[in-house]
Nanobody
Framework: AVQLVESGGGSVQTGGSLTLSCIGSGYAYSDYYMGWFRQAPGKKREGVAAISTDGRTAYTYSVQGRFSISRDNDKNAVYLQMNSLKPEDTATYYC?????????????????????WGQGTQVTVSS
């Protein structure tokens, strides 16, 4: 069975940093785009960052320059380094995997119809 398991969430103060990790199993990891999404209470799920099979990345505007996505295909892992965190970054963060398509990674980030999803990890940023 396909599994995506996130870790690394927690509570930090404004300006702090966290690194989220996601380990995938049960599918051909290196053949899939990987992404991070988040959902705050009462809001729609939104794409945060995505990385293609060949390492191209995309970020939502609000996190550009603060967050960095990377992947390690040897470990079936994707990471989200989050710096300069703000209270508005508070949300449940989800890891996702999607098969490549004709869409560039920037456009895949704005869709939420990805193939596989993790259970989520909570990030709370206090002011």
């Amino acid at each position: 069975a396909v599994q995506l398991v996130e870790s690394g969430g927690g509570s930090v103060q404004t300006g702090g940093s966290l690194t989220l990790s996601c380990i995938g199993s049960g599918y051909a990891y290196s053949d899939y785009y990987m992404g991070w999404f988040r959902q705050a209470p009462g809001k729609k799920r939104e794409g945060v960052a995505a990385i293609s099979t060949d390492g191209r990345t995309a970020y939502t505007y609000s996190v550009q320059g603060r967050f960095s996505i990377s992947r390690d295909n040897d470990k079936n892992a994707v990471y989200l380094q989050m710096n300069s965190l703000k209270p508005e970054d508070t949300a449940t963060y989800y890891c996702a995997a999607d098969r490549p398509s004709a869409l560039p990674v920037q456009l895949k980030l704005v869709t939420t119809t990805w193939d596989y999803w993790g259970q989520g990890t909570q990030v709370t940023v206090s002011s």
